[in-house]
T-cell receptor, first 113, second 115 residues
Framework: KQEVTQIPAALSVPEGENLVLNCSFT??????LQWFRQDPGKGLTSLLLIQSSQREQTSGRLNASLDKSSGRSTLYIAASQPGDSATYLCAVRPGTGRRALTFGSGTRLQVQP | GAGVSQSPSNKVTEKGKDVELRCDPISGHTALYWYRQSLGQGLEFLIYFQGNSAPDKSGLPSDRFSAERTGGSVSTLTIQRTQQEDSAVYLC?????????????FGPGTRLLVL
């Protein structure tokens, strides 16, 4: 059974810092990995999707990397801003069988102005 | 539509009542997913529809839960004889297809509280 772990569970940083969120998964046979952002009381917003054949994806100040063989992904946020404060969720889609995503428990990020 | 929509946004019900939650996916998206987000449980998969194929119901927690998707578009998640442990945010997502290359887009969720 696939298990997704996110470390740290919570993170507080001053504005302007670069930061890294970690995601690990137990079964490396994945189809893709997706990073989401969730604001309090809201749904999920997709940030980046990395296919199993890819090593990284970039969007603006965000960069996500994937090391499938070691079961790890990182989300790098450059020059953090208070508006980045949210919960960040990592999710993997299996390579076979069930098509739905398996989610980590998230990292709650607070960027202090 | 512009995005995935869900209704109602909030629902309060009494234990033992039935509830229906609605999801309207992005137009043209053939794959539709239901997830549940509970305090302390994180996000868990419930059910998945892909085109006209039989749905994947492997995530439904009990036979009190059912879902249907009419005309390949709108989906309804029904919870019969609700229990307090059913209280959660129910999230719907859709994607263009299920090939694995497409992003899942989520709706804002329905917050269900069972008293």
């Amino acid at each position: 059974k696939q298990e997704v772990t996110q470390i740290p569970a919570a993170l507080s940083v001053p504005e302007g810092e670069n930061l890294v969120l970690n995601c690990s998964f137990t079964d490396s046979a994945i189809y893709n990995l997706q990073w989401f952002r969730q604001d309090p009381g809201k749904g999920l917003t997709s940030l980046l999707l990395i296919q199993s054949s890819q090593r990284e994806q970039t969007s603006g100040r965000l960069n996500a990397s994937l090391d499938k063989s070691s079961g790890r992904s990182t989300l790098y946020i450059a020059a953090s801003q208070p508006g980045d404060s949210a919960t960040y969720l990592c999710a993997v889609r299996p390579g076979t069988g069930r098509r739905a995503l398996t989610f980590g428990s998230g990292t709650r990020l607070q960027v202090q102005p | 539509g512009a995005g995935v929509s869900q209704s109602p946004s909030n629902k309060v019900t009494e234990k033992g009542k039935d509830v229906e939650l609605r999801c309207d996916p992005i137009s043209g998206h053939t794959a539709l997913y239901w997830y549940r987000q509970s305090l302390g449980q994180g996000l868990e998969f419930l059910i998945y529809f892909q085109g006209n194929s039989a749905p994947d119901k492997s995530g439904l927690p009990s036979d009190r839960f059912s879902a249907e998707r009419t005309g390949g578009s709108v989906s309804t998640l029904t919870i019969q004889r609700t229990q307090q442990e059913d209280s959660a945010v129910y999230l719907c997502a859709s994607s263009l297809d299920s090939s694995g290359t497409e992003t899942q887009y989520f709706g804002p969720g329905t917050r269900l509280l069972v008293l």
